[in-house]
């Protein structure tokens, strides 16, 4: 099975909600929409799954052009980030109700309802209510009815968006077992970029409408094709800096100077942005090819294990991610260092030009 779009695009009101778009999907595949909200992601699912249809382009399903084929006629299940599920009926009801309304058989439904309920760790809970259940087992519930109608294509948008921060981290664990013993292509939306890492598959990175990228997740995450696409892929977003690189040295900021290292050495002349990731910011030299900055501190956020430092760069805003707890005084310089081979270099237009030597190793 495969789904396939075609120059795919969708304008509302003379608004482009998505910009041409091709992308394939195969069978069997886990398939992350990483992007920030509103960058197109719901929008891309409506198109896949039949609910909207698209403003140019085609949809193929198995070769099929389904592109003007109702919702309801797609092998196509769904679940949101706000889970619904019937409240008056059990959970062995709610996981049947969409095989009902199809009128399969019985023992069909029965037996594919206990599948289901069986993946989802629901088998002790079929004869509940969903308010007697907690909020993990309530999006349980709803998976294993999306699960349930053995639909060819599985969308989950944020759908672990409302839980805490225990039931998300085992759902995302679980998650990824479950598609691979469906055989379904699932597609799954988030603006996590560590949620993205955690699930694997493929990703597609997601701006202003646009797919910026799409292949094997940690491919993009380690050789993105532009800023932009670094940027999504990066949470804290990724930190940018020009420079430029004149022989053997680099300019930055308002007077600094480095030397131009590893694969930044055999670069041609000429101007260029640097990007590095937050937890690549040091505020003690570790590497002795590290290069120095002087910034200024802003922010400070401490999360208990890690700090996040907002720093001013000569006009540049930048967020370093510093293991431990420290005491920084705000307003003061700050001195940060970065190794060279965490460093990705974009030309002007943005365009990778080399990936972070780190990247190229991993």
Known sequence: MTLELKGVSKAVEGQTHIHATDLVLENGTMNVLLGPTLSG????????????????????????????????????????????????????????????????????VDRRVRESAELMKLTPMLDRKPLELSGGQQQRCALARALVKNAGLVLLDEPLANLDYKLREELRVEIPKIFEASGSIFVY?????????????????????????????????????????????????????????????????????????????????????AGFRPNHLEIHQHAPQAMQFVTRLTVTELTGSETFVHLDHFGDRWVGLIHGVHDLRLGERLDVWLDPRHVYVFAEDGRLVTPAAYAMAA
């Not at 140019?56 to 109702?70: A, K, L, P």
């Not at 990703?203 to 532009?226: N, S």
């Open 189 to 273: 939306a988030t603006t996590e970029p560590e949620e993205a890492l955690l699930l694997g598959g493929n990703t597609a990175t997601l701006w202003e409408g646009r797919v910026t990228q799409f292949g094997p997740t940690p491919e993009v995450y380690r050789r993105p094709v532009d800023a932009t696409t670094a940027r999504v892929f990066s949470d804290p977003p990724m930190n940018f800096l020009k420079i430029v690189k004149e022989g053997d040295r680099l300019r930055f900021g308002d007077g600094q100077t480095a030397a131009a290292t590893g694969q930044i050495a055999a670069l041609p002349d000429g101007r260029y942005t």
């Open 41 to 108: 992601k719901t929008s891309l699912m409506r198109l896949m799954a039949g609910l909207d249809v698209p403003t140019t382009g085609q949809i193929f399903w198995n070769g099929t052009d389904v592109t003007g084929m109702r919702v309801q006629d797609r092998k196509v299940a769904m679940v949101y980030q706000q889970f619904i599920n019937y409240p008056s009926m059990s959970v062995y009801d709610n996981i049947a109700s969409p095989l009902k309304l199809l009128r399969v058989d019985a023992k069909e």
